[in-house]
C-alpha cells in the first residue's frame, strides 16, 4: 500500500488559514488522495478527496500537486471546533480497499 | 447520509472472556471495516468485508475474527480476550468506488 507522511502536529491561530501538508511520493495514477478529521471521543469524519485537480467543499478544500506526490488540506478560517487530528490517506479504487490510517497531524487552534 | 451504528460505546470484560462487537450500517454499503486505535498508532486495521460471507485480514487479524451474515452487519469477535486487546474500536462502511468512509462512533473495549 502507498504510504502517506504527516507532521505529527500544527498550530494554528483562531481565524486564521491553515495549510496541512501530506506526502505521498508513492502514490499510483489509480490512487485517491482522501482527508478526514477526528475530535476527541469520536470516530474519523469524512472531510474531502480528490484525483488530480484540486476541491473544494463546504469544509475545506484541497490542493493537490502537480506531480501528485503531495498534497495540501486546507482550512480557510480555522476556529477551535477545527482542532482535531487530520488524517491523509490513500485510497485505490482500482483494486481491495484495504487502507490504514497513519497517526495523523494533530491540529491546535489557538483563541 | 449513511449511519453507522456500533452497539455499544463503553465495554468492559474479563480476560478469557468471548467478546462480540456488532456494527450496523443503514445503507446498502458492500465494504465495512474494524480498526483499532491506540495512542501513538495511528488507525490499524483488523479485518475487512467487501461483501457479505467475504472477509479479508487487515494488518493485525492476530486474536480476532469477524462474522458477517448480512450485508449491513459486520461483527467482530475476540475468541478469547487478553489486556493487550484494551482499545477503541472503530467500524466503518463505504461503497465500491472513490466514495469517503463513514465510521461509527466507536466502541472503548477495556479487558481486566
Known amino acids: 500500500d502507498a504510504k502517506t507522511t504527516q507532521p505529527n502536529s500544527m498550530e494554528s491561530n483562531e481565524e486564521e488559514p491553515v495549510h496541512l501538508p501530506c506526502n505521498h511520493s508513492?502514490?499510483?495514477?489509480?490512487?485517491?488522495i482522501h482527508w478526514y478529521r477526528q475530535l476527541p471521543s469520536q470516530g474519523p469524519e469524512y472531510v474531502i478527496h480528490g484525483l488530480t485537480s484540486n476541491v473544494n467543499n463546504r469544509m475545506a478544500s484541497l490542493a493537490i500537486a502537480e506531480d501528485r506526490k503531495s498534497s495540501t488540506l486546507i482550512l480557510h478560517r480555522a476556529t477551535l471546533r477545527d482542532a482535531a487530528v487530520y488524517y491523509c490517506?490513500?485510497?485505490?479504487?482500482?483494486?481491495?480497499?484495504?487502507?490504514?490510517f497513519g497517526t495523523g497531524t494533530k491540529l491546535q487552534v489557538i483563541p | 447520509d449513511v449511519k453507522v451504528t456500533q452497539s455499544s460505546r463503553y465495554l468492559v470484560k474479563r480476560t478469557g472472556e468471548k467478546v462480540f462487537l456488532e456494527c450496523v450500517q443503514d445503507m446498502d454499503h458492500e465494504n465495512m471495516f474494524w480498526y483499532r486505535q491506540d495512542p501513538g498508532l495511528g488507525l490499524r486495521l483488523i479485518y475487512f468485508s467487501y461483501d457479505v460471507k467475504m472477509k479479508e485480514k487487515g494488518d493485525i487479524p492476530e486474536g480476532y475474527s469477524v462474522s458477517r451474515e448480512k450485508k449491513e452487519r459486520f461483527s467482530l469477535i475476540l475468541e478469547s480476550a487478553s489486556t493487550n486487546q484494551t482499545s477503541m474500536y472503530l467500524c466503518a462502511a463505504n461503497p465500491p468506488g472513490p466514495y469517503g468512509y463513514t465510521f461509527g462512533s466507536g466502541t472503548r473495549l477495556t479487558v481486566v
Open positions: 490517506i490513500l485510497r485505490d479504487v482500482g483494486g481491495y480497499q484495504k487502507v490504514t
Open positions: 508513492t502514490i499510483s495514477g489509480t490512487d485517491y
